[in-house]
């Protein structure tokens, strides 16, 4: 299918019956370490911050969320493409989608860490290096209060750099 005509696709917020089709999706992705495996548990909790994509007959073949980390800052989270609709603008769909509703939440920053530079790239995400400082030294002590597992990757902890070795972390001023 192409969406060349974007009417056949249609971006929406996700309602906690999506988040067994988004598991499903997300398995094989999961599998091959591509995306960080979560528990049922965390991702019913992430159901406010999720958009789906649907095809023409209101399947979802897309999924991504925004997670909001401080003020001005928030990440792209899960963010997915169903194989068989994969290069057809879907995930720029929904990331553009994500990327309306954190600058309504009165967000200025997109956080991602990624395997995909290219894509994350073409879409106004730029590589951050190593040692960039991210936030300012008061707000990353408070950051380092959270037990989110996203929030420690995004502070490039030690215990977490297992799950995110060869992820590229990427910034976008929205
Ligand atoms: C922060 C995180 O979540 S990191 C995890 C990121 N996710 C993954 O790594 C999971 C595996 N990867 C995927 O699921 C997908 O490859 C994603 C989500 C990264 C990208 O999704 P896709 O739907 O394939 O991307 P999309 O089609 O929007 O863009 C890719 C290219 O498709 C092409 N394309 C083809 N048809 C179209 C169309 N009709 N409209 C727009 N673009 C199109 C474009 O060339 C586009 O490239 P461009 O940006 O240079 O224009």
Redesign the pocket.
């Known amino acids: 299918m192409?969406?060349?005509d974007p009417s056949a696709i249609n971006v929406r917020p996700a309602t906690t019956h999506d988040v067994v089709k988004i598991v499903n999706l997300m398995e094989p992705?999961v599998a091959r370490r591509?995306?960080l495996g979560k528990d049922l548990v965390e991702l019913y909790g992430a159901v406010p911050g999720f958009m789906v994509a649907e095809d023409a007959a209101g399947k979802v073949i897309?999924y991504?969320a925004l997670h909001v980390m401080w003020e001005h800052l928030g990440e792209?989270?899960?963010?997915?493409?169903s194989e068989e609709?994969?290069?057809?603008?879907?995930?720029?769909?929904v990331l553009l989608a994500l990327e309306e509703r954190a600058r309504g939440l009165g967000l200025q920053q997109l956080f991602?860490?990624?395997?995909?530079t290219e894509?994350f790239g073409?879409?106004g995400f730029e590589e951050v290096g190593e040692n960039t400082e991210l936030v300012a030294a008061e707000v990353y002590a408070e950051l380092l209060r959270s037990h989110d597992e996203g929030i420690a990757e995004f502070l490039d902890l030690a215990r977490v750099k297992p799950n995110t070795l060869g992820n590229t972390r990427m910034l976008k001023r929205l």
Do not use: D
């Not at 609709?85 to 769909?93: E, M, P, W």
């Not at 991602?112 to 995909?116: A, N, P, V």
């Open positions: 192409s969406v060349s992705l591509i995306l897309g991504g792209v989270r899960t963010l997915g493409v609709y994969l290069g057809k603008g879907v995930g720029r769909a991602c860490l990624t395997f995909e894509f073409r879409n």
